[in-house]
C-alpha cells in the first residue's frame, strides 16, 4: 500500500480525531465514537483504515502510558476493523445504517470476550478466572454495546463526508 503525502496527513488527522474523541468522552464510561471512526473508515478506506487506527492506539500509549491495559489495544480494534471488512460492499441504502450499526454494537458486546485473552496471559489466569473476570465487566460489556449501537447511527453520515473530502481532495 503505497501512501501520498496527502493519505499521510488525512490518516494522522483521522488517527488525532479518533483519540480527542475519546478524552472529550472520558467522562461516560464506555461511552465514544472510536467503534464508530472505525467502521467509518474502513468502509470508506479499506485496508488504509488500519492507518489511522494504528495512530489512534499509538497516541493512545503515548499520552496515557503504555501500561498492561493498553497491550489488547494492539489487537481489539483490529477486530472490528475485520469484522467490517467482511460485510459486503453493496448492500441497500437502507440497511447500511442497521447493518453498521450492529456491526459496531456487536464489537461493543464482546470488548471484555476479546480483551480477556489478555488478561489470561499478563496476569495468568486460568480458564475459570477468565471467565469470573468476563463475567464482572459484563454490565460494561452491555453499556459499550448499547451505546456502540446509537453511536454507530453516525457511520453513514461520517462516510458521506469521508467520500466527499475524498472526492474534493482528487
Given at each position: 500500500m503505497k501512501l501520498k503525502v496527502r493519505d499521510i496527513a488525512i490518516f494522522g488527522m483521522l488517527?488525532?480525531?479518533?483519540?480527542?474523541?475519546?478524552?472529550?468522552?472520558?467522562?461516560?464510561?464506555?461511552?465514544h465514537l472510536i467503534g464508530t471512526f472505525i467502521v467509518s473508515m474502513t468502509v470508506v478506506y479499506r485496508k488504509k483504515a488500519l492507518y489511522p487506527l494504528y495512530i489512534f492506539v499509538l497516541l493512545t500509549g503515548l499520552l496515557n502510558g503504555f501500561g498492561t491495559w493498553w497491550l489488547p489495544y494492539l489487537y481489539i480494534w483490529t477486530v472490528l476493523w475485520g469484522m467490517t471488512?467482511?460485510?459486503?460492499?453493496?448492500?441497500?441504502?437502507?440497511?447500511?445504517?442497521?447493518?453498521?450499526?450492529?456491526?459496531?454494537?456487536?464489537?461493543?458486546?464482546?470488548?471484555g470476550v476479546l480483551y480477556a485473552p489478555a488478561q489470561a496471559l499478563i496476569f495468568g489466569l486460568d480458564f475459570e478466572a477468565t471467565l469470573t473476570w468476563i463475567a464482572t465487566g459484563l454490565?460494561?460489556?452491555?453499556?459499550?454495546?448499547?451505546?456502540?449501537?446509537?453511536?454507530?447511527?453516525?457511520?453513514?453520515?461520517?462516510?458521506?463526508?469521508?467520500?466527499?473530502a475524498e472526492?474534493?481532495?482528487?
Open positions: 488517527g488525532a480525531l479518533m483519540y480527542a474523541s475519546k478524552v472529550l468522552m472520558d467522562a461516560l464510561p464506555n461511552i471488512m467482511l460485510i459486503p460492499k453493496k448492500i441497500p441504502e437502507k440497511a447500511k445504517p442497521i447493518v453498521y450499526s450492529v456491526v459496531c454494537a456487536l464489537h461493543g458486546f464482546l470488548y454490565p460494561f460489556d452491555i453499556t459499550h454495546g448499547i451505546s456502540n449501537f446509537i453511536c454507530g447511527l453516525l457511520i453513514c453520515p461520517i462516510i458521506s463526508i469521508l467520500n466527499k472526492k474534493y481532495a482528487k
